[in-house]
């Protein structure tokens, strides 16, 4: 009986499938209140990575797997603190002054090099746990304690209130 126990405790903690982001949403005015949040556009690539017992996935929106385009970003990844993970975010090129440039993430797939950041900014599920119950904002917190350690090619991407620094911007 004891061997049972241990053998359910060491079960492999499966990582969800494919889940297709949320897209932005085209609006005519920004929300206003305390309740809604901006994020900066990032020119980049919208990927998902999905980590599950050893092996990562970097998934485009679409759900294709680009994994072996960029190896560098799979490798940070999978050096993350959980045995299984799916985030969201924008893979950028990024340019010596910070900002992103789409045609650098385009060249390093060709080229298997450059410099690319993988800015994430949701964290929906972490060792078998969903999170996309909790506030958005508790999910960004954990994302942001959850990369403490990483790479510099992965970041966790700001989000602002709305009202915060006097601006205002789509969600």
């Not at 797997?65 to 950028?92: F, M, N, Q, S, V």
């Not at 045609?103 to 996309?132: H, K, W």
């Amino acid at each position: 009986m004891a061997r049972t126990h241990q053998r359910r405790r060491r079960a492999l903690i499966v990582s969800p499938g494919f889940i297709p982001p949320q897209l932005a949403t085209l609006v005519s005015e920004a929300p206003d209140g305390p309740a809604w949040a901006y994020e900066i556009k990032l020119d980049g690539y919208r990927m998902l990575a999905r980590l599950d017992n050893g092996g990562v996935h970097l998934l485009t929106r679409t759900g294709l797997d680009w994994t072996t385009k960029y190896p560098a970003i799979a490798e940070a990844l999978a050096e993350l603190p959980a045995r299984t993970a799916y985030l969201d975010g924008e893979l950028c090129g990024v340019l010596p002054d910070g900002r992103t440039a789409f045609n650098l993430i385009q060249n390093a797939a060709d080229t298997r090099n450059g410099s690319l950041v993988f800015f994430l900014f949701d964290l929906l599920f972490v060792n078998g746990a969903d999170l996309r119950s909790l506030p958005l904002i508790e999910r960004k917190e954990r994302l942001k304690a959850f990369l403490a350690d990483a790479t510099s090619c992965l970041q966790s991407h700001l989000t602002s209130r709305v009202g915060e620094r006097g601006s205002r911007s789509n969600a």
